[in-house]
């Protein structure tokens, strides 16, 4: 899964705030959810394009956000988790906050 997830990411994070990317971040949740040890490794993007959105006005979708990233950050546990962030620009950490992470 790793092989693909990145460059989904990226594209991602290209995207615009719209349905488009609404519907495309809930194939990206299925498939982590129904996965995600097969997508630990590209983490790293994920936290990146999750970041990338202004504001998501579904309310469902962002729970699933919610649930990805705590379900990571449950998964790695506070070092695992903390080696992550420190990966990332403080500006994607902050961003992130929104999901409670």
């Not at 997830?5 to 519907?23: G, H, P, S, T, V």
């Not at 996965?35 to 309310?59: D, H, M, R």
């Amino acid at each position: 899964m790793d092989h693909f997830m990145q460059a989904w990411c990226n594209a991602l994070c290209m995207i615009r705030d719209d349905f488009e990317k609404e519907d495309a971040f809930h194939g990206l949740c299925a498939m982590v959810a129904a996965n995600p040890s097969g997508a630990v490794g590209s983490l790293a993007y994920i936290c990146q394009a999750c970041a990338s959105w202004n504001e998501i006005k579904s309310e469902g979708l962002h729970n699933e956000v919610c649930q990805i990233l705590n379900g990571y950050k449950q998964m790695l546990g506070n070092g695992g988790w903390e080696q992550c962030m420190s990966a990332l620009e403080p500006a994607v950490v902050q961003r992130l906050a929104r999901y409670g992470v």
